[in-house]
């Protein structure tokens, strides 16, 4: 039996048994998180406002029987304003289904849990939720180690800052120059300057990354490349961008550029639906 | 090895599957019912096969009834224009046990969650848009839980409605009657000051 204690984030929960529920972290300690919050439903007392979703929470943990039960969970941060800003709550949401999909259960992985939070801190208080979305994205790959170097063409190995145009593939993590570029719309066009500018950010501290800014008329295909590189990896759909497809009609984003990945379409969600108790 | 005949096992593993039920209460409930008069298990069926043939959703508001309109859209006294939207008839019931609330309702049949795919097509909100154009609503009560998916489809539904006429509230935040503020969270503490009124 052995007792711990995380920062985590709250990505999912869902019902559990007769009265337990299971909630699904992002947490400090241990990469994806899965729990059971005994009796849960039954007493709303003990977890009141505790299983939120993405909220920042401090979790009391024991292993038993292949098992980990939480046994305390208090409060660190609910981001309320964010509940009353649809879009900002919405991309919350879609940050979380990422972290779902890509960060292993069980290996401990604090950088990307502090990006998670950084990343909740900074969509509760920017006026550009969608920037802070796309910045947290490409930390993000980058991060998981999916990010190509970037630095020259795939083909003709020419360096970056010997062409002005480029062509970026993130979810097979290619880049290739104008001239051996053929076209194919899972490509994105990239000015040399983004380029350096992405590949810059990895260099910096995270809390220095949100000040870089992305030229305007990038963002969405970077922000669409990037879910695309979500769907290739996964083999999924993302649910919550057809939400956020509803709620902000201008989106448009996840169809700017068609996912070359055979997707699956199925909720992330599903993994809630095992029980073996 | 499983120690019951198939049709037995059967009838737990499906029982176990509703909401609230393990496998324990399912093979309890399944022992019950085994042991239970003929007459009575099959006036059970034939009360889930009538639930399934003859319950419906009200065509204005979305409660389940048996007939096209529900009580609550049928009765003429409870045309006030205000109009209650809940998520779902288990709310529906809990506030029409209070008396509080002598106008119609809107069950949206579930909350925006992103993670599940639900958005505003998957719940009822164009059909509470529609109901502007057959109904005089003077006040759209906003009655989702304050869960964290249930304050942000209130927000989204404030959103959308500001282009209306009529007045949007949303119910209180608090401490609940006979509760205990030592034994408060600090969220729930925290609004109810928010919302504190004149005494
Ligand atoms: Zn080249
Ligand atoms: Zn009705």
Same mark, same amino acid.
């Given at each position: 039996?052995?007792?711990?204690?995380?920062?985590?984030?709250?990505?999912?929960?869902?019902?559990?048994?007769?009265?337990?529920?299971?909630? /699904?972290?992002?947490?400090?300690?241990?990469?994806?998180?899965?729990?059971?919050?005994?009796?849960?439903?039954?007493?709303?007392?003990?977890?009141?406002?505790?299983?939120?979703?993405?909220?920042?929470?401090?979790?009391?943990?024991?292993?038993?029987?292949?098992?980990?039960?939480?046994?305390?969970? /208090?409060?660190?941060?609910?981001?309320?304003?964010?509940?009353?800003?649809?879009?900002?709550?919405?991309?919350?949401?879609?940050?979380?289904?990422?972290?779902?999909?890509?960060?292993?259960?069980?290996?401990?992985?604090?950088?990307?849990?502090?990006?998670?939070?950084?990343?909740?801190?900074?969509?509760?208080?920017?006026?550009?939720?969608?920037?802070?979305?796309?910045?947290?994205?490409?930390?993000?790959?980058?991060?998981?180690?999916?990010?190509?170097?970037?630095?020259?063409?795939?083909?003709?190995?020419?360096?970056?800052?010997?062409?002005?145009?480029?062509?970026?593939?993130?979810?097979?993590?290619?880049?290739?120059?104008?001239?051996?570029?053929?076209?194919?719309?899972?490509?994105?066009?990239?000015?040399?300057?983004?380029?350096?500018?992405?590949?810059?950010?990895?260099?910096?501290?995270?809390?220095?990354?949100?000040?870089?800014?992305?030229?305007?008329?990038?963002?969405?295909?970077?922000?669409?490349?990037?879910?695309?590189?979500?769907?290739?990896? /996964?083999?999924?759909?993302?649910?919550?961008?057809?939400?956020?497809?509803?709620?902000?009609?201008?989106?448009?984003?996840?169809?700017?550029?068609?996912?070359?990945?055979?997707?699956?379409?199925?909720?992330?969600?599903?993994?809630?639906?095992?029980?073996?108790? | 090895?499983?120690?019951?005949?198939?049709?037995?096992?059967?009838?737990?593993?499906?029982?176990?599957?509703?909401?609230?039920?393990?496998?324990?209460?399912?093979?309890?409930?399944?022992?019950?019912?085994?042991?239970?008069?003929?007459?009575?298990?099959?006036?059970?069926?034939?009360?889930?096969?009538?639930?399934?043939?003859?319950?419906?959703?009200?065509?204005?508001?979305?409660?389940?009834?048996?007939?096209?309109?529900?009580?609550?859209?049928?009765?003429?006294?409870?045309?006030?224009?205000?109009?209650?939207?809940?998520?779902?008839?288990?709310?529906?019931?809990?506030?029409?046990?209070?008396?509080?609330?002598?106008?119609?309702?809107?069950?949206?049949?579930?909350?925006?969650?992103?993670?599940?795919?639900?958005?505003?097509?998957?719940?009822?909100?164009?059909?509470?848009?529609?109901?502007?154009?057959?109904?005089?609503?003077?006040?759209?009560?906003?009655?989702?839980?304050?869960?964290?998916?249930?304050?942000?489809?209130?927000?989204?539904?404030?959103?959308?409605?500001?282009?209306?006429?009529?007045?949007?509230?949303?119910?209180?935040?608090?401490?609940?009657?006979?509760?205990?503020?030592?034994?408060?969270?600090?969220?729930?503490?925290?609004?109810?000051?928010?919302?504190?009124?004149?005494?």
């Amino acid at each position: 039996m052995k007792r711990f204690e995380t920062d985590a984030i709250v990505l999912t929960t869902c019902d559990y048994g007769e009265s337990d529920r299971l909630v /699904t972290f992002h947490s400090a300690a241990c990469g994806k998180l899965r729990g059971i919050a005994k009796g849960a439903r039954r007493s709303k007392k003990r977890f009141a406002n505790v299983f939120e979703p993405s909220s920042l929470v401090r979790v009391q943990c024991r292993e038993k029987n292949s098992f980990t039960w939480i046994e305390g969970c /208090t409060l660190t941060q609910a981001y309320l304003p964010m509940r009353s800003d649809i879009e900002k709550w919405a991309y919350a949401a879609l940050f979380s289904e990422i972290v779902l999909g890509m960060v292993p259960e069980g290996e401990p992985l604090a950088a990307s849990f502090f990006l998670h939070k950084e990343t909740l801190q900074r969509l509760e208080r920017d006026k550009d939720p969608q920037h802070v979305l796309l910045l947290a994205l490409l930390r993000f790959q980058s991060l998981m180690g999916y990010m190509a170097a970037l630095d020259e063409c795939e083909i003709c190995r020419r360096a970056l800052k010997t062409s002005p145009k480029w062509f970026w593939h993130p979810a097979r993590g290619k880049l290739i120059c104008a001239d051996h570029f053929y076209p194919d719309r899972s490509y994105i066009a990239l000015d040399t300057g983004t380029l350096a500018l992405i590949q810059y950010m990895r260099t910096i501290p995270l809390e220095k990354t949100w000040r870089l800014r992305m030229r305007q008329e990038m963002k969405a295909p970077l922000l669409g490349g990037l879910l695309d590189w979500f769907r290739y990896q /996964t083999r999924r759909e993302i649910q919550s961008v057809k939400v956020i497809e509803q709620i902000l009609p201008s989106w448009g984003i996840s169809s700017s550029i068609v996912g070359s990945a055979p997707v699956r379409h199925a909720p992330l969600q599903n993994e809630c639906r095992y029980r073996t108790l | 090895m499983n120690p019951y005949p198939p049709v037995l096992s059967d009838l737990i593993r499906k029982l176990s599957r509703l909401p609230g039920l393990g496998e324990k209460s399912a093979t309890r409930i399944a022992m019950h019912l085994l042991k239970s008069p003929d007459k009575d298990v099959e006036s059970l069926a034939e009360n889930i096969r009538q639930l399934r043939a003859n319950i419906r959703t009200c065509s204005i508001c979305f409660n389940f009834t048996e007939d096209p309109v529900c009580a609550i859209c049928g009765d003429p006294a409870r045309n006030t224009g205000q109009i209650c939207v809940v998520e779902g008839t288990a709310d529906l019931l809990a506030i029409e046990q209070s008396g509080a609330h002598k106008g119609r309702y809107h069950v949206l049949q579930g909350v925006l969650a992103p993670l599940d795919g639900i958005g505003p097509e998957q719940i009822r909100i164009k059909e509470l848009f529609a109901r502007f154009k057959s109904e005089k609503i003077t006040e759209i009560i906003l009655a989702t839980n304050p869960s964290s998916e249930g304050e942000a489809t209130a927000h989204y539904l404030l959103q959308i409605l500001k282009d209306h006429d009529a007045r949007v509230t949303r119910i209180a935040y608090g401490i609940p009657m006979g509760g205990d503020l030592k034994y408060t969270d600090r969220i729930t503490l925290e609004r109810a000051l928010k919302g504190r009124q004149v005494f």
